[in-house]
């Protein structure tokens, strides 16, 4: 198996096959059965998983791929997996040293961002999950922790109000909705020409805010939009928090790990001074999935939102294999979890922050070799300004079939196997996106990705047009945009 899966990851570095294809139906109705009540051979499940599971993924392993923020994985990230499964740990808590290492990691978090040593962290899913947090623990700065016991009511709770771009992830908002704040309590703030949160209209938004007498308690800046990359000005977020006095928590899921890459580190100044910040290890760090993390300032604040409560059993002595509270428990709503921790430390390890950094720029850069592609072709549109290693564009076609022929296109290029970018809609105008990630993905899968927006493009356009001059009525099948 073992073999097996190194030579996948040698096919996968040399771009065989497709980056992806739909799964056949035969591949369904293998696995599909009753719950087995008799075990059959590993050599039997390994054999499912090998021609019906294995050719069906998503493909974030294949150079091609250029969909989603989805990180491609490594070898060491693999191989940690498995060792991690084979000593099972369960991180909760207890005096360990897989807890310990987890540690490590939180102290390596500091050392990146310039945090202090109270600084606290512990790994979660995923930023989705770290945005929670850092919502939390913001709610119970603001509330006091008394709101854990007493919820919402009485808290005067009900007039917070939180502040973020129109470009901040989704999941900021469902962090608000989750942790009973609402999401109607996100105040999105309009961004600038560049995507970047417009801090006058922030400032202006505060105000009007607090002479409508609500109380704005947590400003969530973004390091990377997940749409264009696009990042908030940090070092102006952090003024205005600090004049404020909100929580400043940073989405950096993906863009916080820029720190690692000389180049990039400047662009994120500010960030030194967050009270929280979210980021993924899984996304440009490859750490394989799921390897989500947060970093607080302040570790008292950090507790202050999660400990306590726990159950007698979970009693901490001064000795023996319950001892070195805080436990990551403490810090979180998880009690069992892995050991994220192994393969995220083995990666830094193994590769070193110097070369894990020059990856990432290089992902920058193919991302303007291939904003320099588009902007070659007459026939290929720009759409956002290439901020990192994230390109948005659109084949050119008359506004009336734009969003039905790109979002065909799309397809088009997905179905075809050679590259899987994704898409967004920018101004409300469908575009396609190609989020250059993975550390695979090489000229050739860019220039890939142009023949075949071009090729699909071109015959595209001429079915929709030809559709238009027949009179086909066209309108039915995009009514339901
Ligand atoms: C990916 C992403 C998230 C969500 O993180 P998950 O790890 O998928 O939960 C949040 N914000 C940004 C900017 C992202 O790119």
């Not at 009753?34 to 059959?40: S, Y």
């Not at 997996?81 to 290492?101: C, I, K, S, T």
């Not at 902007?375 to 300004?385: H, I, K, N, S």
Request: hydrophobic share 45%; aromatic share 6%.
């Amino acid at each position: 198996m073992l073999e097996d899966m190194f030579d996948f990851l040698e096919r996968m570095s040399g771009g065989e096959g497709p980056v992806w294809q739909p799964a056949p139906a035969s591949a369904r109705t293998a696995i599909a059965e009753p719950l087995p009540q008799e075990g059959c051979s590993l050599e039997q499940a390994y054999g499912l998983f090998r021609d019906s599971i294995l050719p069906y993924a998503v493909g974030n392993a294949h150079p091609g791929f250029m969909g989603w923020v989805h990180g491609a994985g490594t070898p060491v990230g693999m191989l940690a997996e498995m060792l991690a499964a084979g000593l099972n740990a369960n991180l909760g808590g207890r005096d360990h040293m897989p807890v310990e290492l987890e540690r490590q990691v939180v102290r390596w978090g500091r050392e990146l961002f310039a945090f202090p040593d109270t600084a606290s962290g512990v790994f979660v899913t995923g930023s989705s999950m770290a945005n929670f947090l850092g919502v939390l623990v913001a709610r119970s700065r603001a509330l006091g922790p008394s709101v854990r016991t007493d919820g919402m009511q009485g808290q005067g709770g009900g007039a917070l109000v939180a502040y973020a771009s129109r470009a901040a992830h989704a999941c900021v908002a469902r962090a608000m909705d989750l942790a009973g704040l609402g999401s109607a309590a996100l105040n999105l703030i309009d961004v600038d020409g560049s995507g970047a949160l417009d801090t006058d209209a922030l400032a202006s938004a505060i105000g009007c805010d607090l002479r409508q007498g609500r109380r704005p308690f947590l400003l969530v800046g973004t390091a990377g939009s997940v749409d264009t990359g696009a990042i908030d000005d940090l070092a102006a977020l952090a003024d205005i928090a600090a004049r404020h006095r909100l929580h400043f928590h940073v989405d950096g899921a993906f863009g916080a790990l820029g720190m690692l890459a000389a180049d990039l580190a400047p662009r994120l100044g500010g960030i030194e001074r967050a009270d929280s910040i979210a980021l993924d290890f899984h996304k440009w760090m490859h750490v394989p999935y799921d390897a989500g993390f947060i970093l607080v300032r302040d570790g008292k604040h950090h507790l202050a939102a999660f400990d306590g409560g726990a159950h007698s059993y979970l009693a901490r002595e001064p000795g023996g294999m319950s001892a070195g509270s805080p436990w990551p428990c403490d810090y979180g709503p998880d009690l069992s979890r892995g050991f994220r921790a192994l393969k995220t430390w083995m990666t830094l390890k193994v590769y070193g922050a110097r070369r894990l950094g020059a990856a990432i720029s290089d992902s920058c850069e193919r991302a303007r070799h291939l904003g320099e592609l588009v902007r070659r072709q007459a026939e290929l549109e720009l759409m956002a300004p290439v901020h990192l290693n994230i390109v948005c564009f659109r084949f050119r076609a008359p506004e009336g079939i734009s969003d039905e022929l790109n979002s065909r296109l799309l397809q088009a290029i997905q179905g075809s196997g050679i590259a899987a970018p994704s898409s967004t809609r920018i101004d409300g105008k469908y575009v396609l996106r190609a989020a250059l990630f993975n550390h695979r993905t090489g000229r050739a899968q860019l220039a890939g990705l142009i023949d075949a927006a071009l090729v699909h493009g071109r015959a595209l356009l001429d079915e929709l047009a030809r559709q238009e001059t027949t009179g086909t009525d066209r309108n039915s099948t995009c009514r339901n945009y």
